[in-house]
């Protein structure tokens, strides 16, 4: 089971980025995939999930309106689109596959309901 996320660099205010999510190893459509982050010295941040049908969107107060999460099953790939950017969105970002059976408002963010973290993509976002 592997996770890779890529797409992130540096941008400035009001940029965008768009990070991926590329998923080998397991029936990638039968989960759920949630994003986080952890910027330096601080906890990791839930961002957004998806579910596994792709029917169900989250996304933590701090991106919501401005990031759009979205899944290509036939690619195994999750996509993050962040509009938008300011300097507070500057954060390692992750992808994992939630463990439970379904995500829910209250336990979509929990990084301990998540397993199989990749690699994270540096996202800095600065003038």
């Known amino acids: 089971v592997q996770l890779q996320a890529s797409g992130g660099g540096s941008v400035q205010p009001g940029g965008s980025l768009r990070l991926s999510c590329a998923a080998s190893?397991?029936?990638?459509?039968?989960?759920?995939i949630g994003w986080f982050r952890q910027a330096p010295g601080q906890g990791r941040e839930g961002v957004s999930c998806?579910?596994?049908?792709?029917?169900?969107?989250f996304y933590s107060t701090s991106v919501k309106g401005r990031f759009t999460v979205s899944r290509e099953d036939a690619k195994d790939t999750v996509y993050l689109q962040m509009n938008s950017l300011k300097p507070e969105d500057t954060a390692t970002y992750y992808c994992?596959?939630?463990?439970?059976?379904?995500?829910?408002?209250?336990?979509?963010?929990?990084?301990?309901?998540?397993?199989?973290w990749g690699q994270g993509t540096l996202v800095t976002v600065s003038s």
């Open positions: 190893g397991f029936s990638f459509r039968g989960y759920a």
């Open positions: 994992a596959r939630f463990s439970g059976s379904h995500p829910i408002v209250g336990t979509w963010a929990n990084p301990s309901l998540y397993e199989s």
């Open positions: 998806i579910s596994s049908s792709g029917g169900r969107n």
